[in-house]
């Protein structure tokens, strides 16, 4: 095929462009995205039942509705959080599931489940979502010039321009961004709602010796709608709407009260306001008051066309709304735009280098181009099958391409070099293309599928993991596939145009250039290894063993650590607190952190969007979003801002966690490392929190050096009513109710409904504080007679978990501790001894440790998959069961190589620097396949083993120097960059120059002895 192709360049050339250009259409096709769009193994069940307790919730909702979700096929954990006011069902399936069916099953127990709710719960809403359902941004909408710090009673913005404010911003901002293409939703937090407050005048209604109740009655009597009704007039049919319609606050106050013959107005009766509602979360942006909205991607779409059009679009906002401040905040295109900066640097760097060190070991001025064409053109290509396999761009198959580059540019340079060789060997230029070509087609080929079968077993990781390899494993295929293609026909095409014209000239000047005889040196070393093969496998067996020692001494982690400038402070002040309240100590302690903090997003008390449901949080707790200018202000911040909570608020339950992009809201754990599962043995009661904090004390003195959070708790307030003289006094309990609800401001009479929303009309009174509203308030008995309210009620304190948390194996309380791997049975064995003794609780456990080990049991079963494909292609290349092994033993020295880089630089061993492993592992087995091939070829043309030996080397020599040193070179680089790019390929840098450098060495001297001592018995 080669001899046909090199004779027709044009043609060549002709076809090579056609699938160029339907590669460039298809990467403008191609949807760009952070991750490929996965499905979620989980869904999410929130609940909202604003007049319900936490323990009243649990008992009457949770409860019923978790037995029926647990019956939801292929179901792998459920856990429910109940609070006071809202509840969340957490759902987790295992992996494979059909998510569209199980969320159609979900609905289906949730509509089984609610003849069983109490009726004044709505219906539980479920939410699903997938891997693209991260918000790209988050979009902080502020009044300018306003400097609102309403926590600290300098509000120079009235709570009528907020509540306008959140109106416009739903209306005008969140439609505005969902009419762009690429936005999914605008999923939208912090706004406040009106609603209607009628205040009776309690001294007029007394005088009047009228209740409250008689100001509903008017209400209710006065806003009634019958419909249409059709009236027939001859020929004629007319629509006639009957009924009065209330509208507004104006409305209710020019309604008449008939009394005693004399009609009043309600305005003259009541204080009739609207006003926003009490909001049980707020958002503040830079310390002023704000809407914040999380701006999601539709799942085709491309990034950067949503980036722009974004930008574009808030700037026609500043524009048009110049009283208005947009800022833009937790951006996840910034690990895109570094992921598509990496492939472009990379493939600057490595085919500068490559084409750098061909001038050097080729010292020609020719054949350096072939790499310059061949490499880009692999890339474009594969996008073209990216288009027909379906798959994304996205960071995980940019980050396969980015891997191939190297191998890429090794399979052009040994093409290159294995037809200057057969050039030189005295060959006509057409002769020296086909068989330079064809002699390492076999090889590469092997070579490419080893690779492959290494990284396509990796679709075979359970969990969201291996979803996502997926992409990364076919890129990977695709792009080395493509590379091969393209080496076996485009590169001896054009190195056949570019040499035939040539006449075959003395030494040139590159050729007089010879800064090191590395010829020299590999013969020496040779010479040496051959000589001292005892002292050679001495020093393999000590690398072995030293991986072994290695594995076991280095630190291991799923993600390395990252240098970040922004992280997200969660806090539960533990403490009775209402929202004012917490706003106003976040904000004393942002104020605290000094100039190091460049901005803040405060999303205090529990928040509005629909997606993002990671803390459900009350009235008492807080997400702050810090931005920091550097990563070292960041530690400090942190260490500040720790310092500060312990001094001034010891109750207080606070942890830090990352901002929150990709990597950690896919791959970060969960759980704590041991999660310890308390089981109330027997129903408590009110006990129950005394109780726990009794075991935790007990577990604390068994596990020495161990201290468990505090425990949240919420002081709680029963109102209990004496019913003895209720019945004295001829007090029912629905005007008991009704009273209080009245003085709550939590009594609603109807919802007026307009065109955009609903606002609630309810009858209230002024806030007081409980003790003054018992004694100054009354209820009207049956006859008439009004009785002080703190006659009737008893006022009783008590203290309540804040969350009960409960999952299949019921009601549990869960303690985080953070334990050794190696130490997780001993601490098993504690925890349960100690609760045998308590007598009050039993454990369960989970944890990330468990999860793991079970990573770790899919990865040695990979590993052993890869293994056997390795071993099958080779032995099928060499049709032989022994020299297989001899290439399979150059991957654990590779490896001793690979993490003595990780241990002298400190860095731990993790996701990154096994993907470096497994691209060394490529490269190191791309040359030792060759060698081996080169050696059964020269023995079977009769050359002794010695000399094969020594003559295949040289071979390779020049081919794996090159690749070596381009590789190393175009790596280096991220061995001194900072910031999270640096930080993510750091391992993988350090992985893939210790390997290549050791492996090279192994390639060269220990691949030659391993064959030897395997064949000599033959010669």
Request: glycine share 6%; hydrophobic share 45%; aromatic share 8%.
């Amino acid at each position: 095929m080669v001899a046909f192709l090199i004779k027709r360049p044009i043609a060549v050339t002709m076809a090579f462009l056609g699938v160029l250009v339907l590669g460039v259409v298809a990467a403008g096709f191609l949807p760009v995205s952070l991750v490929p769009d996965v499905d979620i193994p989980r869904i999410t069940v929130n609940v909202s039942a604003p007049n319900y307790a936490a323990r009243q919730l649990e008992n009457s909702v949770m409860s019923p509705l978790r037995n029926n979700l647990m019956q939801v096929n292929r179901l792998k954990d459920i856990k429910t959080e109940s609070r006071d006011g809202s509840g969340m069902v957490s759902l987790e399936f295992d992996y494979g599931t059909n998510i569209d069916l199980a969320y159609i099953e979900i609905n289906e127990q949730v509509d089984r489940a609610i003849p069983s709710l109490p009726s004044d719960v709505a219906r539980p809403a479920v939410i699903k979502a997938s891997a693209s359902d991260i918000p790209v941004f988050y979009l902080d909408i502020t009044l300018k010039d306003t400097g609102l710090r309403a926590a600290t009673g300098n509000q120079s913005i009235s709570d009528v321009d907020f509540l306008e404010l959140s109106e416009f911003a739903d209306e005008i901002i969140r439609r505005r961004l969902e009419q762009i293409p690429q936005v999914a939703m605008a999923d939208m937090s912090g706004r406040t709602f009106p609603e209607i407050i009628i205040t009776p005048d309690m001294e007029k209604l007394r005088a009047m010796n009228l209740s409250p109740a008689a100001i509903e009655e008017v209400i209710r009597t006065n806003n009634i709608s019958f419909g249409n009704i059709f009236l027939r007039d001859k020929q004629y049919q007319y629509s006639v709407r009957v009924g009065n319609r209330l509208l507004d606050a104006g409305d209710i106050g020019e309604l008449y009260l008939n009394h005693q013959g004399r009609l009043w107005q309600l305005k003259d009766l009541c204080q009739i306001e609207t006003r926003p509602q009490y909001p049980e979360g707020a958002v503040y942006a830079a310390g002023q008051r704000a809407i914040s909205l999380a701006v999601i991607k539709q799942a085709d779409a491309r990034m950067q066309d949503l980036k722009h059009a974004l930008h574009e679009m808030i700037t026609l906002f500043e524009t048009d709304y110049p009283f208005l401040q947009f800022t833009v905040t937790r951006d996840q295109t910034t690990l895109l735009d570094y992921t598509m900066g990496n492939l472009r640097q990379t493939l600057l760097i490595g085919a500068g280098l490559a084409f750098l060190v061909m001038f050097v070991f080729l010292r020609d001025s020719r054949a350096p181009w072939l790499i310059i064409i061949s490499v880009p053109a692999a890339m474009v290509v594969s996008m073209l099958f990216f288009f027909l396999i379906g798959i994304s761009l996205n960071v995980v198959s940019i980050s396969g391409l980015v891997l191939c580059i190297g191998m890429m540019i090794d399979n052009a340079i040994i093409v290159i070099d294995n037809i200057s060789r057969h050039r030189k060997s005295g060959k006509s230029l057409s002769q020296a293309c086909v068989d330079g070509t064809n002699e390492v087609f076999r090889p590469l080929l092997s070579s490419v599928l080893t690779t492959c079968s290494v990284f396509i077993p990796l679709i075979f990781l359970g969990g969201l993991a291996g979803a996502l390899f997926f992409d990364q494993a076919m890129a990977v295929t695709i792009g080395l596939s493509v590379s091969l293609l393209i080496a076996m026909t485009l590169v001896p095409v054009y190195y056949y145009a570019l040499y035939k014209k040539s006449t075959p000239r003395g030494t040139n000047f590159l050729a007089r250039i010879n800064p090191l005889n590395y010829t020299g040196l590999y013969g020496a070393g040779f010479r040496f290894a051959m000589r001292r093969q005892g002292l050679v496998w001495i020093m393999a067996g000590g690398l072995v063993a030293g991986l072994a020692i290695m594995m076991l001494l280095i630190e291991k982690e799923r993600l390395p650590v990252l240098q970040r400038e922004a992280a997200l402070l969660w806090i539960d002040w533990n403490e009775n607190i209402h929202l004012a309240e917490n706003s106003r100590r976040i904000h004393n302690l942002m104020e605290e952190l000094g100039p190091e903090v460049i901005y803040t997003t405060i999303q205090a008390g529990r928040q509005q969007f629909m997606l993002d449901k990671v803390y459900n949080n009350n009235a008492q707790q807080g997400l702050i979003y810090i931005l920091t200018a550097s990563a070292s202000h960041l530690e400090g911040v942190m260490d500040k801002t720790t310092q500060l909570i312990g001094t001034q608020y010891p109750y207080a339950i606070f942890h830090f966690r990352e901002e929150g992009n990709l990597f950690d809201q896919l791959f970060a754990d969960r759980q704590a490392p041991l999660e310890i599962r308390l089981r109330p043995m027997e129903p408590y009661g009110r006990d129950l929190p005394a109780l726990l904090q009794r075991t935790i004390r007990s577990l604390e003195e068994s596990l020495p050096g161990t201290s468990f959070d505090a425990l949240p708790m919420q002081q709680s307030v029963a109102l209990q009513a004496n019913l003895q003289l209720m019945a004295l006094h001829e007090v029912n309990m629905t005007n008991l109710q009704q009273t209080l609800t009245r003085l709550f401001n939590e009594h609603q009479v109807f919802t007026l409904m307009d065109s955009r929303s609903s606002i609630p009309v309810k009858i209230g009174g002024n806030p007081s504080a409980i003790e003054d509203l018992l004694h100054a308030e009354r209820v009207t008995s049956r006859n008439g007679v009004e009785v002080p309210l703190h006659m009737l009620l008893r006022k009783q304190p008590g203290q309540e978990l804040q969350t009960i948390i409960a999952g299949i194996e019921g009601e549990y309380y869960p303690l985080q501790l953070d334990v050794n791997p190696r130490d997780v049975e001993r601490a098993q064995v504690v925890v349960r001894e100690a609760l045998r003794g308590e007598g009050l609780f039993e454990a369960s456990f989970a944890g990330s440790i468990f999860a793991r080990r079970q990573l770790t049991r899919e990865l040695l079963m990979i590993g052993v998959v890869a293994l056997l494909l390795l071993f099958f292609i080779l032995a099928a290349q060499f049709e032989s069961l022994r020299l297989p092994a001899i290439v399979l033993l150059e991957v654990p020295l590779a490896m001793a190589g690979a993490l003595l880089m990780l241990i002298l630089f400190g860095v731990s061993l993790n996701i990154m620097a096994m993907i470096g492993m497994v691209v060394m592992t490529g490269i190191i087995i791309n040359d030792s396949i060759l060698k081996i091939d080169t050696i059964n070829r020269l023995r079977d043309n009769g050359m002794p083993l010695i000399r094969a030996l020594h003559t295949a080397g040289q071979y390779r020599l020049k081919p794996i120097l090159m690749t070596s040193i381009t590789t190393i070179c175009a790596l280096f680089p991220f061995l001194f960059i900072g910031g999270l790019g640096g930080d993510l390929q750091k391992p993988l840098a350090l992985t893939v120059i210790g390997g290549l450098g050791l492996g090279t060495l192994v390639s060269l001297y220990f691949i030659p002895v391993c064959y030897y001592y395997l064949y000599r018995k033959k010669e």
